[in-house]
């Protein structure tokens, strides 16, 4: 075993915690995600205001229990939780670079993915941990740098199957791995696994909730 690899464990819909060397660190811990989704960790990255994304209740929760973990989220949702927390809020955007939970992160995208015309676009930024796992929130943003394992929003009202493979082909991670995904239901997972499987050009898979995978 490597004890410098790092540990993935999904949670529910587009919640993942990163682990490596006793830190953790919880991406999108939302309204969908387990109630305790931010227990014990150390960090906390949010792509976007979304409450699928950002469950502040759960953000304050992570936060007050332990007193030295610390968010980085873009601007709509650091200015919800700023003042309770000062000096550990962080407001980031597309190209910034930072180290949390020990690990080192790099900030890329702007925007939230077109729902419809007529919604205005909202901001939104994905994240690539320890250069090697990308979580891209709610777009479909291609990082300028290489992706070993792509969380993948594998189904969304702002999405269709045909953009999830092409972005998988454009992303060309090792591997992919199924988030944005509690809306998806058992009868259509063999479809979404088949074809993203057949045409995405990669190792794809998924993992239930709760299951954990070594990196």
Known sequence: MNASSLTLTKKTHSCVRLERGGQSLVIDPGGFSEQDA???AD?????????????????RAGLEANPAAQ??????????????????VHTVGHGDTFTAAGLDVQVHGE???????DIPRITNIGFLVDGSVFHPGD???????????LMLPVMAPWSKISEVIDYVREVK??????????????????????????LGGTDHGRLAPGDATRL
């Open 111 to 117: 925007l939230h993915a077109v729902i419809h015309p």
């Open 173 to 198: 991670p090792r591997r992919a791995i199924d988030v944005h995904d509690a809306l998806l239901t058992d009868l259509a997972r063999p479809i979404y696994d088949k074809q993203i499987g057949a």
């Open 139 to 149: 777009a479909l943003t291609v990082p300028d740098h290489p992706v070993d394992t």
């Open 71 to 88: 968010l980085w989220t873009l601007r709509s949702v650091a200015e919800k939780l700023t003042a309770a927390f000062p000096g550990r």
């Open 43 to 59: 960090a906390f990255l949010v792509t976007h205001e979304h409450p699928d994304h950002f469950d502040e209740e759960r953000l």
């Open 38 to 40: 931010t227990a014990g």
